[in-house]
């Protein structure tokens, strides 16, 4: 008889003290009690992994990653420990175990592990013996057995990856709001819960900042085809189903607006206007493993062009360090950077095929006097570099702009 698997994630602020966690052991056992085979995902108590960094980095500014692995790491175990007993006292049987226990296999990509195979067969033998499982999320082993950590929200993939594997019938997100919205609804006052996204817009916006959903683990349910439901810890209703485009989607535009503010802006001056130029710098860049974000060239009058590009805020240093070196070899001039920007997006599938979206976003940032210092495009999404003090004016304005509060009838 084909069984009915559920996994539910709950995520940091859901569990983040012993009445929380009471509150999600009582959910759980409402679904097991439901007939579901329950498989619980948890990620660390409140802000566990935040103060673990930064109890590495009073010790150590550039800490070995397989022990800050080993040590960030533990944060879900305590989690999945205390649900279980949690659960224990509601009269369910339960049974906690970690990554590496239920065979999460990774590759050796320390802090942003991959994941290369699960082996299901212990879960299964536990969900037939009636118990609730609960893994610790946001973790595995590489094939020597050392623990690696799947990247920041990394609970999300692991959540994801066993419901795919254990061919669970939902894959729900319990977190601390009702669901996507569609602006980070502590910027936005009005933002409005979306009821359903594609997977490629829910990817571009956690991509773009917000930090709802692990993008990687929109990537992964998208390649296996996982539906997931993003949803709250503390109500019933009905939150965000992301799954397949479906064609109505299409006829809204914009479906949200997001923001990062951590990445900096890095300006070579002077760069001479020649073939060959544009490739030694970024491939010089890359060379040292930094990501580059948005690049823009300026026109050249004078044979002398000012090239600017945004990494992440953390990379700033090294891209500096590596902009000095390149700009002495190519013959071009100061390194200029600038760490108070913002990158303001919208996404949406329906750009596909209006006009005048770009203008519509540029008018609301002009509107508000927000200058626009850097801009790029893609199919479904339009990113521009702001002031990081005007960020939360600018998604405010765009939120507005293109009418996606409350009010909206759609
Ligand atoms: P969890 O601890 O459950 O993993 P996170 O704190 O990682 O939860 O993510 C939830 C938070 O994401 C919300 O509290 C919200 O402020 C923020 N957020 C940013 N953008 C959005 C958005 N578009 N929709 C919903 N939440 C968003
Ligand atoms: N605890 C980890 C983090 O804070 C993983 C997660 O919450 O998904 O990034
Ligand atoms: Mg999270």
């Given at each position: 008889m084909a069984r009915d698997i559920i996994v539910q994630k709950y995520g940091g602020t859901s569990v983040a003290d012993v009445s929380r966690i009471q509150n999600v052991a009582r959910r759980v056992v409402k679904a097991r009690r439901g007939g579901k085979d329950v498989v619980v995902v948890v990620s660390a108590l409140g802000d566990t992994t935040d103060n673990l960094i930064e109890l590495a980095l009073t010790i150590t500014n550039d800490p070995a990653e397989r022990e800050l692995d080993m040590l960030i790491s533990t944060g879900e175990q305590?989690?999945?420990?205390?649900?279980?007993?949690?659960?224990?006292?509601?009269?369910?049987?339960?049974?906690?175990?970690?990554?590496?226990?239920?065979?999460?296999?990774?590759?050796?990509?320390?802090?942003?592990?991959?994941?290369?195979?699960?082996?299901?067969?212990?879960?299964?033998?536990?969900?037939?013996?009636?118990?609730?499982?609960?893994?610790?999320?946001?973790?595995?082993?590489?094939?020597?057995?050392?623990?690696?950590?799947?990247?920041?929200?990394?609970?999300?993939?692991?959540?994801?990856?066993?419901?795919?594997?254990?061919?669970?019938?939902?894959?729900?997100?319990?977190?601390?709001?009702?669901?996507?919205?569609t602006a980070d609804p502590r910027i936005v006052k009005d933002a409005r819960k979306i009821d359903k996204i594609s997977y490629e817009e829910m990817f571009e916006l956690a991509s773009l900042g917000a930090q709802v959903l692990q993008p990687r683990s929109i990537e992964f349910a998208m390649k296996f085809a996982v539906p997931i439901h993003v949803r709250s810890s503390f109500s019933n209703r009905q939150g965000t189903i992301i799954s397949r485009?479906?064609?109505?989607?299409?006829?809204?535009?914009?479906?949200?607006?997001?923001?990062?503010?951590?990445?900096?802006?890095?300006?070579?001056?002077?760069?001479?206007?020649?073939?060959?130029?544009?490739?030694?710098?970024?491939?010089?860049?890359?060379?040292?493993?930094?990501?580059?974000?948005?690049?823009?060239?300026?026109?050249?009058?004078?044979?002398?062009?000012?090239?600017?590009?945004?990494?992440?805020?953390?990379?700033?240093?090294?891209?500096?360090?590596?902009?000095?070196?390149i700009s002495s070899k190519i013959g071009a001039g100061e390194i200029t950077f600038?760490?108070?920007?913002?990158?303001?997006?919208?996404?949406?599938?329906?750009?596909?095929?209006?006009?005048?979206?770009?203008?519509?976003?540029?008018?609301?940032?002009?509107?508000?006097?927000?200058?626009?210092?850097?801009?790029?495009?893609?199919?479904?999404?339009i990113s521009a570099v702001v002031d990081k003090k005007r960020g939360q004016d600018a998604v405010r304005a765009i939120h507005a702009k293109f009418g996606l509060g409350k009010k909206r009838k759609s």
């Open positions: 305590v989690s999945c420990a205390l649900l279980a007993m949690a659960i224990h006292e509601l009269g369910e049987d339960a049974i906690s175990f970690t990554g590496a226990q239920v065979g999460i296999i990774t590759d050796n990509a320390f802090t942003r592990a991959r994941i290369i195979d699960i082996n299901a067969r212990r879960i299964e033998e536990e969900l037939r013996k009636k118990r609730i499982v609960i893994v610790a999320g946001f973790q595995g082993v590489n094939v020597n057995q050392d623990i690696t950590t799947l990247g920041r929200g990394g609970s999300n993939l692991t959540a994801v990856a066993l419901a795919k594997v254990l061919k669970a019938r939902a894959c729900e997100m319990n977190t601390d709001v009702e669901g996507v919205f485009e479906v064609r109505a989607m299409e006829d809204i535009v914009v479906s949200g607006v997001a923001m990062n503010k951590d990445e900096a802006k890095v300006t070579i001056c002077d760069v001479p206007d020649k073939p060959g130029i544009a490739a030694k710098i970024f491939r010089e860049i890359a060379r040292q493993g930094i990501n580059v974000d948005m690049i823009v060239q300026n026109v050249s009058r004078t044979g002398a062009t000012d090239v600017s590009f945004t990494v992440l805020a953390g990379d700033l240093g090294k891209t500096i360090k590596v902009a000095k070196g600038d760490k108070d920007i913002a990158k303001v997006s919208i996404v949406g599938i329906g750009m596909k095929s209006h006009s005048g979206v770009a203008a519509n976003m540029f008018e609301a940032l002009a509107d508000n006097g927000i200058n626009i210092e850097m801009i790029s495009t893609s199919e479904i999404k």
